[in-house]
């Protein structure tokens, strides 16, 4: 299934279609709470929960980082004894973590799991972000890996000095070109059990990549972002049901749903530069950045995006033979 908020502005705040915050708000407005990844005022990154529709963008958009879950299990289990509706969100391996907590489910519990890649470490971005600060000029205050406000509905970001905020582009970029690359990630990423059509969450969420597959045939298809929806449980059926005021959904074959997301069917592919990245996570970031965490410069890349659109793809061949 693939599905777009209706809510314009929670749209423009989600990496893709905004699947988690329709969800996220259909709890919240029956008096539930929302569990998921958020940055603190250092940019660490860790489960929180909310409980105003105020707060859930802090919630929304993707953090390429591992979340410190922290005691969010134990909140869940508080809530759920208080009687509580309770929404979990994050990486397939948590919400196996938080089944295994609770020992039991409950229909008062909903979970969200994401079509994840795999995760780096916390002290890796803290370096980077820093060593960013550093580059600029300025402390960085906020930091988002996908934002719409440059590039639309892209792999494109930005971050903010507390009054100007300026983009990444993720080729670009040393911390999340190697994130892109799979070069990043935690060891056991490499061979994760949860890395296949089994899903854990009653939801799983991610970019709908069939976007083109589907324009033209799905009225609401739109660059301002479109989320695949996976519904695994009966309960995710319900609550789908409940929707409608909140998101335009349609179902979608499974093979055009789930293209471009791979990780759906096997895990990310272990990169041997994975170890000496991590080997050498000491060094001053400058230095590990320009050894192993490789990226385009600007200027190239620049270069390579005009001969793209200005040379035939037999001429743009051509050159690339001879250059190798």
């Not at 409940?242 to 959904?249: D, F, K």
Request: proline share 3%; hydrophobic share 35%.
């Amino acid at each position: 299934m693939i599905l777009q908020d209706k809510d314009e502005k929670s749209l423009m705040e989600s990496t893709s279609g905004g699947a988690f915050a329709c969800i996220a708000r259909h709890i919240l407005k029956r008096g539930g709470a929302v569990f998921g990844a958020a940055y603190d005022d250092s940019l660490n990154v860790s489960h929180i929960a909310v409980t105003d529709i105020a707060d859930l963008p802090k919630l929304q958009g993707s953090k390429y980082v591992s979340s410190d879950l922290k005691d969010s299990y134990k909140r869940v289990k508080a809530y759920l004894k208080d009687g509580r509706r309770v929404l979990f969100s994050g990486t397939p391996c948590q919400i196996a973590g938080l089944k295994s907590f609770l020992g039991e489910d409950s229909d008062m519990l909903l979970t969200v799991d994401l079509v994840c890649h795999g995760v780096p470490s916390q002290k890796l971005f803290q370096k980077y972000i820093r060593w960013l600060g550093e580059k600029k000029g300025f402390p960085i205050k906020s930091f988002c890996f996908r934002s719409k406000k440059f590039y639309g509905w892209s792999l494109g970001g930005e971050y903010f000095d507390g009054k100007k905020s300026y983009a990444i582009n993720p080729d670009c970029d040393p911390y999340y070109a190697a994130f892109l690359r799979g070069e990043t990630f935690r060891k056991s990423c490499y061979s994760c059990k949860f890395a296949n059509m089994n899903r854990e969450g009653d939801f799983t969420v991610g970019d709908f990549w069939g976007f083109y597959n589907a324009k033209g045939t799905v009225s609401f298809a739109s660059q301002k972002g479109m989320s695949l929806l996976l519904v695994n449980s009966s309960k995710g059926l319900e609550t789908l049901k409940q929707l409608e005021n909140e998101a335009n959904a349609v179902p979608m074959d499974l093979d055009v749903t789930c293209s471009g997301n791979w990780n759906l069917y096997h895990p990310s592919v272990f990169k041997p530069i994975r170890d000496e990245i991590y080997a050498n996570i000491d060094q001053p970031f400058d230095e590990l950045q320009k050894k192993y965490l490789h990226h385009e410069e600007k200027f190239m890349y620049y270069v390579r995006r005009l001969r793209r659109k200005l040379l035939p793809q037999k001429i743009r061949n051509a050159l690339n033979r001879l250059r190798h």
